[in-house]
C-alpha cells in the first residue's frame, strides 16, 4: 500500500460543475495535509491546507478531512477551463515535515 | 512569486557528468527541502536541512548526491557521475507557517 494514494484520472467534468478529487493515507498519525495545483511544465503550487476533521472553504476550493476514514478530498466549485491541471495531495510526515505525495488526479474541464 | 528562485531552470548533460543545482530563499527561513519529480508522479523527498544541519536523507538519495546549506540561508545539490535515471525535475521549496511548504519554479535535468 502506498503511503499516499490518488486515483490518476483523469477526470473531466463541464465548465461550471464541481470537480472532486480524493486522496487516502496510511499513516493515522497523520495531522497535516494539503492540496497542491500543478501545470504541465510548473512546478506545485499550494491551493489549500487543513488540519481539524471537517470541512475548510476558501473560494471556490474545499477542503474535507475525515482522519477517523484516513481521507482527503478537495472539492472545486464552479470549475473552470483554467482549473485543467494536475491536483497533488501531500500528508506532513513525522516531526521533520517533510511532505509525502500521491501521484496527482488530472482534471480536465470542458468549455 | 513563491520567494525561492532555483538555478539552472533547465540542464542538459551527458551520463557521467557531474550536476549542481543551487536554491535560493529570498528571505530567512528555517527549513528547507529538496524533491524530486519524475514524469507522472507526485514529488518525493530527497532531503532537508534545518538552518545549516542537514537533518534527513531519503533512502533515494545515493552516494553520488550530496547537498549542502553553508550559511543558513541558500543550497546546493549535487549529483557526481550523472545517470539516465537521474533525469527529473528537481524541486527546492521552504516552509512557512502552519508547516506549509512553497516551491520554487524547479530545475528540469536531462541526462542522455
Known amino acids: 500500500q502506498k503511503e499516499v494514494e490518488q486515483n490518476s484520472g483523469p477526470l473531466s467534468v463541464p465548465e461550471g460543475a464541481i470537480a472532486s478529487l480524493n486522496c487516502t493515507y496510511s499513516d493515522r498519525g497523520s495531522q497535516s495535509f494539503f492540496w497542491y495545483r500543478q501545470y504541465s511544465g510548473k512546478s506545485p503550487e499550494l491551493i489549500m491546507f487543513?488540519?481539524?476533521?471537517g470541512d475548510k472553504e476558501d473560494g471556490r476550493f474545499t477542503a474535507q478531512l475525515n482522519k477517523a476514514s484516513q481521507y482527503v478530498s478537495l472539492l472545486i466549485r464552479d470549475s473552470q477551463p483554467s482549473d485543467s491541471a494536475t491536483y497533488l495531495c501531500?500528508?506532513?510526515?513525522?516531526?521533520?515535515?517533510?511532505?509525502?505525495f500521491g501521484q496527482g488526479t488530472t482534471l480536465q474541464v470542458k468549455p | 512569486d513563491t520567494g525561492v528562485s532555483q538555478d539552472p531552470r533547465h540542464k542538459i548533460t551527458k551520463r557521467g557528468q557531474n550536476v549542481t543545482f543551487r536554491c535560493d530563499p529570498i528571505?530567512?527561513?528555517?527549513?528547507l527541502y529538496w524533491y524530486r519529480q519524475t514524469l507522472g508522479q507526485g514529488p518525493e523527498f530527497l532531503t532537508y536541512?534545518?538552518?545549516?544541519?542537514?537533518?534527513?536523507k531519503s533512502r533515494l538519495l545515493s552516494d553520488r548526491f550530496s547537498a549542502e546549506r553553508p550559511k543558513g540561508s541558500f543550497s546546493t545539490l549535487e549529483i557526481q557521475r550523472t545517470e539516465q535515471g537521474d533525469s527529473a525535475m528537481y524541486l527546492c521549496?521552504?516552509?512557512?507557517?502552519?508547516?506549509?511548504?512553497?516551491f520554487g519554479p524547479g530545475t528540469r535535468l536531462l541526462v542522455l
Open positions: 521549496a521552504i516552509q512557512g507557517s502552519s508547516e506549509t511548504q512553497y
Open positions: 528571505s530567512e527561513h528555517n527549513r
Open positions: 501531500a500528508v506532513g510526515w513525522g516531526n521533520t515535515g517533510k511532505l509525502i
Open positions: 536541512f534545518q538552518n545549516e544541519a542537514q537533518l534527513e
Open positions: 487543513i488540519y481539524s476533521n
